[in-house]
C-alpha cells in the first residue's frame, strides 16, 4: 500500500508532466523547465516513500520474527 509520500511523489510528477508539456506546446521555455524539475521533485518525494515504506515492512518483519 503506497504511503502519503508516494501519493504526492506520483501527483508531483504528473503535474510536472502536464506543465512540461504545456511548456512544449506554448513554446513556453521556463514553463517546461519548470515541469521537468517539478518531475523530478516528485520522483525523488516517491522514492522516499518507498524507502520509507521498505523499511517499515522490514521493521514489522523483524517484529513477527522475534514474537514467533
Known sequence: M???DEVQGAVEQAK???KEKAGEFLKDIDL???GVDQQAAGS???TVGKARRKV???V???GK???K
Open 16 to 18: 510536472g508532466k502536464a
Open 56 to 58: 517499515g515492512e522490514v
Open 2 to 4: 503506497w504511503n502519503k
Open 32 to 34: 517546461e523547465e519548470e
Open 65 to 67: 520474527a522475534i514474537k
Open 60 to 62: 514489522e518483519d523483524v
Open 44 to 46: 525523488a518525494q516517491q
